[in-house]
């Protein structure tokens, strides 16, 4: 039996996408998972996919840039599943614009929700780790961290991102926490079908100009990031700390 079958695994911005893919590969490795997103009724295709399949979820609603949501929600999963022990920052939104187009709205409300957001579960779930002696946090940065055209908000906030994770492996690291960050390509969501449509492409043409420009040829699906992301998390990742892996399918300079 998998030491990790009973591990508690929370997954921000969970209803969709990289998140909900996430959440559903972590109960197939036996975690408990609270689907978290800002909009609770929205976390229900992800938990009855979960449950369909014999996994335990829930769905718990959050907005992770509230310092008392973030703490309201952490005390009922570790009432309802179990203390958390793993941790996925993966809430995100998209406000892009040319610099002198950005609001400064636009970039707050980036800040907020992916540096804030992370600060904010990471350190309201290190307390269960720390006692637990065991912990996984993982992060997820982008590719946009090394720059990338109206996005100044964005690409600061998951550079922003790295930095966390490693300074978070220094300080957790003794007491038995990893912190690690995955860092996509282009990946098939609804916020690059958000990108898309800011740059007036159609979504298939989009992908389809994206693939010809990444070595293996074809764009990432929510499952590739989930992959990298079950690694991280997983027992055997325990000498494996501080590290920014990039699955863009191909080197990125």
Known sequence: MSTTEQRVAIVTGAARGI???????????GRAVAVLDLDEAACKDTVEKITAAGGKAIAVGCDVSDAEQVEAAITRVASELGAPTVLVNNAGVLRDNLLFKMSETDWDTVMNVHLRGAFLMSRACQKHMVDAGFGRIVNLSSSSALGNRGQVNYSAAKAGLQGFTKTLAIELGKFGVTANA?????????????????????????????????PVQRVGRPEDIANAIAFFTGDAAGFVSGQVMYVAGGPLN
């Not at 998140?19 to 490795?29: D, F, I, N, S």
């Not at 990946?187 to 990444?214: L, N």
Request: aromatic share 6%; net charge negative.
């Open 182 to 214: 995955v860092a996509p390509g282009f990946i098939v969501t609804e916020m690059t079908a958000a990108t898309a449509e800011r740059v007036g492409m159609g979504f298939e043409d989009f992908q389809a100009a994206a693939a010809t420009q990444i």
């Open 19 to 29: 998140g909900a893919a996430t959440a559903v590969r972590l109960a197939a490795e």
